[in-house]
């Protein structure tokens, strides 16, 4: 059974900084992930895919690495604003299933 | 720029009571999906449906629930009795046949009291 882990839990950093955010799942079978932002009260906002195929994805100062043998992937987001203050959450899906597994995010507040 | 639409966005009902969720998944997408979030806790899988048929459920999807695609554009989601437990915020997501990523709408905030 996939058990996804996300670490920090929770993370307050001025604007500016460069931030790694990690993901670590249990079952390295799996299909792609998705890195999605959620804002408070809010719907799930995709962020990132990466395939299984995949070593990393890029989109503008987004970037997300994926080692399956390991287990995890990291979403790194340069030069923070205070508009990326969010929760950020990881869902791999394993093969011979349809169904994003979610971990409990992290909490992420940037402030000017 | 295409998006899941649901409604409503927030119902507050009676213990013991029907509900139905509604979404309206992106126009060209074949697979659709319920997922809840109980406040505090994670995202859980709810239910996969593709070609007018589930093809996966949770554990958390027992008698009580039930999906339905009346129509070429809504995809319901129902809940015939329902307990105090089921509060949360239910989302509804699609993907379509070619593409991996999945889309998610804005959520429908449930309460039973």
């Known amino acids: 059974k996939q058990e996804v882990t996300q670490i920090p839990a929770a993370l307050s950093v001025p604007e500016g900084e460069n931030l790694v955010l990690n993901c670590s799942f249990t079952d390295s079978a799996i299909y792609n992930l998705q890195w999605f932002r959620q804002d408070p009260g809010k719907g799930l906002t995709s962020l990132l895919l990466?395939?299984?195929?995949?070593r990393e994805q890029t989109s503008g100062r987004l970037n997300a690495s994926l080692d399956k043998s390991s287990g995890r992937s990291t979403l790194y987001i340069a030069a923070s604003q205070p508009g990326d203050s969010a929760t950020y959450l990881c869902a791999p899906i394993s093969y011979n299933t349809d169904k994003l597994i979610f971990g409990t995010g992290t909490r992420l507040q940037v402030f000017p | 720029e295409p998006e899941v639409t649901q409604t409503p966005s927030h119902q507050v009902t009676q213990m013991g009571q029907e509900v139905i969720l509604r979404c309206v998944p992106i126009s060209n997408h074949l697979y659709f999906y319920w997922y809840r979030q109980i406040l505090g806790q994670k995202v859980e899988f709810l239910v996969s449906?593709?070609?007018?048929?589930?093809?996966?459920k949770s554990e958390i999807f027992d008698d009580q629930f039930s999906v339905e695609r009346p129509d070429g554009s809504n995809f319901t989601l129902k809940i015939r009795s329902t307990k105090l437990e089921d509060s949360a915020m239910y989302f509804c997501?699609?993907?379509?046949?070619?593409?991996?990523?999945?889309?998610f709408g804005e959520g429908s905030w449930l309460t039973v009291v």
């Open positions: 449906f593709y070609n007018n048929e589930i093809s996966e």
């Open positions: 990466i395939q299984s195929s995949q």
């Open positions: 997501a699609s993907r379509d046949v070619s593409g991996n990523t999945i889309y």
